[in-house]
């Protein structure tokens, strides 16, 4: 009667643990990244099938110079996966924690040539090409996957406000002479000129995120 026990307690034992070998050989399916198609920044889960997709938010066209005093247009980043910031060069605080955080991004993926990053200034009138040569050599910005871009302010504004959505002051009225963009916010597009994520550049966290998520862009 004990051996009888004993092999039923062993044959419990052993359907257990194939159970749970089954449960951690089961693949967990992957939740595709979202679309953000509003300055909101509401996310949107849209497949590419869904009627109207091919309508959604994309970034427009541009023309900027980078500080090898190269133009840098969306023809550049067909294909490609990128990240979208603005900053200035003299900002004391938020910029140099952005920065930092994007040099990380720039670490994980210097060897993939199918990863950008693109940082706009919102001073063009102050950061020149030469200036924006200077700071990318101090801070370690390869300019082969990292462009620092200048250009025209008016340029540069609406297409941070108007593609990006990239701007805390959005819906304020402001003359044309105190017009200042400002923001902390990192914005990922993917190779169809789609924005797939937003993130606070000043935080190491999200900045860990936003590298999982280009790597899932990658798949």
Same mark, same amino acid.
Request: net charge neutral; glycine share 6%; with cysteine.
């Given at each position: 009667?004990?051996n009888?026990?004993w092999?039923?307690?062993?044959?419990f034992?052993?359907?257990?643990?194939?159970?749970?070998?089954?449960?951690?050989?089961?693949?967990?399916p992957?939740?595709d990244l979202p679309?953000?198609i509003?300055?909101t920044?509401?996310p949107?889960?849209?497949?590419e099938?869904?009627?109207?997709?091919n309508?959604?938010?994309?970034?427009?066209n541009?023309k900027?110079?980078?500080?090898e005093?190269?133009?840098?247009?969306? &023809?550049?980043l067909? @294909? %490609?996966?990128y990240i979208? /910031?603005?900053? +200035?060069s003299?900002c004391p $605080?938020?910029?140099?924690l952005?920065?930092g955080?994007?040099?990380k991004?720039?670490?994980?993926?210097k060897l993939?040539?199918?990863?950008?990053i693109?940082?706009?200034?919102?001073?063009p009138?102050?950061?020149s090409?030469?200036?924006?040569?200077e700071?990318?050599d101090?801070n370690?910005?390869?300019?082969?996957n990292?462009?620092?871009?200048?250009?025209?302010?008016?340029?540069i504004?609406?297409?941070?406000?108007n593609?990006?959505?990239? &701007?805390?002051g959005f @819906? %304020?009225?402001?003359?044309? /002479?105190?017009d +200042?963009?400002?923001?902390e $916010?990192?914005?990922l597009?993917d190779q169809?000129?789609?924005?797939?994520?937003v993130?606070n550049?000043?935080?190491?966290?999200?900045?860990?995120q936003l590298i999982?998520d280009?790597?899932?862009l990658?798949k």
């Open positions: 009667m004990k009888i026990f092999i039923i307690i062993c044959a034992s052993i359907a257990c643990n194939n159970q749970k070998s089954e449960n951690r050989n089961q693949t967990v992957e939740i679309y953000y509003e300055p920044f509401t949107k889960w849209i497949e099938t869904d009627e109207g997709f309508e959604i938010h994309s970034i427009a541009f900027f110079q980078n500080q005093g190269s133009w840098i247009t969306q &023809d550049d067909k @294909g %490609k996966i979208a /910031n603005f900053f +200035f003299i $605080n938020v910029c140099p952005m920065m955080n994007l040099l991004v720039q670490d994980t993926f993939n040539t199918r990863i950008k693109l940082s706009h200034t919102v001073m009138w102050l950061d090409v030469g200036r924006l040569r700071y990318a101090f370690g910005i390869n300019a082969k990292w462009s620092l871009l200048t250009g025209d302010k008016k340029e504004y609406e297409l941070a406000r593609s990006y959505f990239a &701007d805390e @819906g %304020k009225t402001v003359t044309e /002479n105190d +200042f963009l400002h923001t $916010n990192l914005v597009i169809n000129r789609h924005i797939r994520g993130y550049g000043t935080l190491s966290l999200e900045t860990k999982e280009i790597k899932h990658l």
